[in-house]
Structure formats: C-alpha cells, structure tokens
C-alpha cells in the first residue's frame, strides 16, 4: 500500500515520549516500526482551521441533507481532520443520544439530576464501533484497501461486516472465538455477509491470530490498534459536550475491554483542553467486569501508571506471564469485554493519566442488575454497556464519586444485541437462568419483571390483569 505523503499536517506518531517516532498516514501501521508501542494520530493544530468555540458546530445542524453534517463523527471533521471531509465515509453514524436518567440515580447513589447516559447502541450497527469504523474505512480507503479484518467480541465484528455491506468498498473477514459471541452480533455478521473465521479460543486467541494472518495478507486491520479508528470514537465525547450545552460533566464513566473506547475519549478530551475548546477536563472512571479485570489488576492491586510513558513494562509482562502460566481466561455474562489482553493498555494508562482517571470492577451480578435498572427507562443495553452503570454505583459507594457530581455513563451496545443474558434474566425458567447465568455466579434476579403465566382462560386472564395492573 502507498508510501507517498498523504496529508501536510496529519501524521502518525509513537506515543512513547522517548520514542515519538513518526510515520506518514499513508503507512498501515499497529505499532510503532522502531519500538513497538501504540501509535496516535497526531495533527500540526497550528496549521488548521481549528474552531475557537465548541458552538461553531452547532452550524452543522442546519445542514443535514449534507451527509457530512448529519454524521455524527464528521460534523466533527475539524477536530478529526486526518482526510478531506469529501472522501470521508459515512454511513449515518453518531445519531445517538444523551438522557437525564433520573430513574437510575437513585439506584446508583446519585442525587436527581446528575446522571445521564449517552445511547451510542443508537448506530446504525447498534454499538459504539461505527464511530470508529467510519474513520477506519476512511483511512482505507485513502490507501485503496480491498479487504479489511478484525478480531471481535462480536460488535467490531458486526460493524465492519455492516461498513463492508452499505459502502460495497471492501470485503469484510472476521474472527471470533468459538461460542464467545452474542447471538445479536453474530446474526448481524452473517446476515451482512461478512467471511466469518471461527477459530478454537477466545478473543485474546482471535486478536493475535488475525494480526498475523493481517500482515501475512496485506488485510487491512480495524481492530482498536488501528489509531484512525480511535479519531472516529473520539466524537462521543464531542456529543456528550454537545448535549450538555458544551459544558463538561465531572465524570465520564466507560467499560473498559481492549481500551480503545477510554484511550479515545482520553485523547478527545486532553486534544479540546490543548486547543483551549474546554477549560476543565471531566475524570476518566473504566469499569471491567471481575472476571475479565486485567487493567483493575494493574492499576490498582499492582500500581501500574502511565508514568511519563515509562509504564513499568516488567510488572506488566509479569502479569501476563503469570496469567498464561495458570491458564486463567477471562469469564464474564458481559461477553463484549471479555478480554484478558487489552491491546490498548499503555494508551489507557495515559489516559487515565491526563484525566484523573480510576478503574474499578464489577460482578456479572452487578452488571446484570444495573442493565435491569437501564432497561426500566426504556432504551435498555447489552451488559458490557451496564457495566458502566454498575462501576459508577460502586464509585459512589467507595465515596470516589460525589453524590452531587454529574457523571455520564456511556452505553456502549443496544439491548437486543444479547438477548439471551435478559431472557435468562427476567424468566422464570429455572433451568435457563441457571444454564445461561448461573454458571457466571449469578445468584439473583433483583430486579426480575417475570411472564405471568396464565391458563388460556378468559376469565383466569382477566383476573391475572386485574391483580397485576
Ligand atoms: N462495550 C461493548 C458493547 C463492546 O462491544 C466493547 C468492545 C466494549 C464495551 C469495550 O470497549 O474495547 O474499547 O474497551 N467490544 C470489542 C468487539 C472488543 O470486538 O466488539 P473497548
């Protein structure tokens, strides 16, 4: 693929302080050539028509027969600007929404009026991934890319093979674990015709299989290595400023998988105090489920920090050593963020860095009955995304986060892309809720809206609505 310089002012860059090697945005890279850490896209602010306000893009709303300003990621294009916004892929992503949840607070601690949750499962694939995905697509197709690939819990999956299917600009190879994949996700996979690899292992075994297959076939890499793809979710954060009158929350609470999601939001909000678009920059909380909790490992049991980009890489490869020595596996009901091996470590440490950031876990137990809570209002989420709801009861419980603080949490996939964690959920089939949740040590339906099952009977009917409306 091209080696020409692509862009005057956008570049990729090493995110090690030491290293800061640069590379051409025309270079499909994962990792820096000289010292193998994770690479940015960097851009020369200074010679962009950066905006001084952040209302300058409240222009864009009268425009929205122009695809580039209804998109949701490129009517942010000014703070994206790696390629001209004309040959900028868009799909309509980025419609989604920010709610006042004052059903929720409560249940979390919060007074009301201080949570919101941020709907990213709106997108046109149902997840948060097609922020990231129509910057992916774009950088490929500056490169002329004919096939793109990716590990995936299922949503990255989905994504691609959904890009792949509306744009017709390259064909869609995905990989995924065998049985570790939410039946929502697969379907969108198969349905949009994505060559789907199922592979004996989980995620982690996927996402080092597919970097070599990658790089053996020159295959274009939409994983969250991909830094184009972090440009693209970097405008959740720009929404959420957005919704709230562009003036920034204290918290922004995420679940936390392969990172890409805390490291974007991390790079989106340090970029807008850097450009002077915000005065004070909200605090990072990322919440992993317990049995997927590498990153809470680290940072809180080991006390791993970014440290001026001088992570303590012995502590780390420790952990992993240690990890594959006794064979433990990520396991959680929370399937999109199981994950042992976040490939974005380093890049969320950083984050966590510039935003006072802190990382908690949660049980399937929690996050099963914070989605319930969720789904009471009406939009409802997978659980990975309650995991965020979850996280922010426990902060608030440990007294981290204040119960007068305005805290988003960010949904990051729609409901129906798990169907079987609710079912087995609110059933009353024993044997379901055992075989699907009992296994992940969930004890209790707290929160249970069961089917109240009744005789085909008129009159048994009737006297059944009556008692329970
Ligand atoms: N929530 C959902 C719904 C996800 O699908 C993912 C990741 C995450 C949270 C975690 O985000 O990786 O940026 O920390 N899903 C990936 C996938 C891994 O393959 O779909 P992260």
Redesign the pocket.
């Given at each position: 693929m091209g080696r020409s310089q692509l862009s005057d002012w956008a570049f990729q860059r090493c995110i090690s302080p030491r290293c800061g090697a640069t590379f051409d945005i025309g270079e499909t890279l994962s990792s820096c050539l000289r010292c193998g850490e994770l690479l940015d896209v960097d851009y020369q602010w200074d010679r962009l028509p950066v905006p001084k306000s952040l209302r300058e893009f409240e222009s864009a709303w009268a425009r929205r027969h122009d695809p580039f300003a209804f998109s949701g990621v490129w009517r942010f294009h000014s703070l994206l600007p790696f390629a001209p916004r004309e040959q900028s892929v868009t799909i309509g992503e980025g419609q989604t929404l920010l709610q006042r949840a004052d059903w929720v607070a409560p249940y979390v601690g919060l007074e009301p009026g201080r949570l919101f949750l941020q709907y990213e499962g709106m997108n046109p694939s149902g997840?948060f991934?097609d922020n990231g995905m129509a910057a992916a697509f774009t950088h490929a197709r500056l490169l002329g890319a004919q096939r793109a690939a990716?590990?995936?819990?299922?949503?990255?999956?989905a994504s691609l093979a959904l890009y792949c299917a509306v744009t017709r600009l390259m064909r869609a190879i995905i990989f995924v674990g065998s049985g570790k994949i939410a039946s929502g996700k697969l379907a969108q996979a198969l349905e949009f015709g994505a060559l789907t690899i199922q592979i004996q292992g989980d995620?982690d075994d996927a996402m080092a299989r597919v970097k070599e297959v990658a790089k053996q076939l020159g295959i274009y890499l939409v994983n969250?290595l991909n830094p184009f793809r972090l440009e693209g979710q970097k405008t959740t954060m720009y929404r959420v400023l957005e919704a709230l009158g562009w003036e920034p929350p204290d918290w922004i609470v995420v679940?936390?998988?392969?990172?890409?999601?805390?490291s974007a939001f991390g790079k989106a909000l340090w970029e807008l105090k850097q450009l002077d678009l915000i005065k004070r920059i909200p605090r990072l909380a990322v919440v992993n489920a317990s049995g997927a909790n590498t990153l809470s490992q680290l940072v809180n049991t080991l006390g791993v920090r970014w440290n001026a980009g001088e992570p303590d890489r012995h502590l780390i490869a420790e952990y992993f050593r240690a990890m594959e020595a006794e064979n433990r596996r990520a396991s959680t009901i929370a399937s999109?963020?199981e994950?042992n091996r976040?490939v974005n470590l380093t890049k969320c440490l950083r984050a966590l860095e510039w935003c006072e950031g802190v990382v908690c876990d949660v049980s399937d137990q929690d996050i099963l009955d914070a989605k319930a809570q969720v789904g009471i209002g009406g939009f409802g989420c997978?659980p990975?995304?309650a995991a965020s709801v979850a996280g922010t009861k426990e902060l608030v419980r440990q007294g981290i986060i204040g119960k007068d603080e305005r805290v988003v949490c960010v949904l990051?996939?729609h409901q129906l892309k798990d169907p079987n964690a609710t079912v087995a959920y609110h059933t009353t089939d024993k044997e379901l809720f055992s075989k699907v949740l009992g296994c992940r040590g969930v004890r209790r339906a707290t929160f249970a809206n069961r089917a109240v099952v009744v005789p085909n009977d008129l009159e048994e009917i009737i006297k059944a609505v009556r008692l329970y409306s």
């Open positions: 997840s991934k990716c590990a995936s819990t299922g949503n990255t999956s995620f969250s679940p936390g998988g392969n990172l890409g999601n805390s999109a963020i994950i976040p997978e990975a995304s990051t996939g």
